[in-house]
């Protein structure tokens, strides 16, 4: 199974970008999926969580600006970021939770960078 991410690019403050993120591969269904943002020597925070029902959870400096959702029907899941800052300026990365018949598969999808300039 495979996540492919693409939308981060360069924005300015105040701007807006949307990240998606496609599951490809053989399996069954998919769990909860997210979105994480990594900057440099940091970790990995959770940024926004969409279940396979749609409830969403955020991180708190990012709610009210940014909203995930999903489409089930074409396994992906999207990100729309506004009224972007430069301390959201990171390397943004998808997750999912895969099931098989007899397997579950935690899956990272290469990152994607958001560049915010002030």
């Not at 693409?6 to 990240?19: E, I, N």
């Not at 069954?28 to 959770?46: K, N």
């Not at 301390?87 to 990365?93: C, K, N, T």
Request: hydrophobic content about 30%; proline content about 2%.
């Amino acid at each position: 199974v495979q996540l492919q991410a693409c939308g981060g690019g360069l924005v300015q403050a105040g701007g807006s970008l949307r990240l998606s993120c496609t599951a490809s591969g053989s399996f069954e269904r998919i769990d909860d999926m997210g979105w994480y943002r990594q900057g440099p020597g940091t970790q990995r925070d959770m940024v926004a969580a969409i279940t396979r029902y749609h409830v969403t959870d955020y991180e708190d400096s990012v709610r009210g600006r940014f909203t995930i959702s999903r489409d089930n029907d074409k396994n992906t899941v999207y990100l729309q970021m506004n009224n972007l800052r430069p301390e959201d300026a990171s390397v943004y990365f998808c997750n999912a939770r895969f099931w098989g018949k007899t397997w579950s598969l935690n899956k990272w999808g290469r990152g994607t960078e958001v560049t915010v300039s002030s």
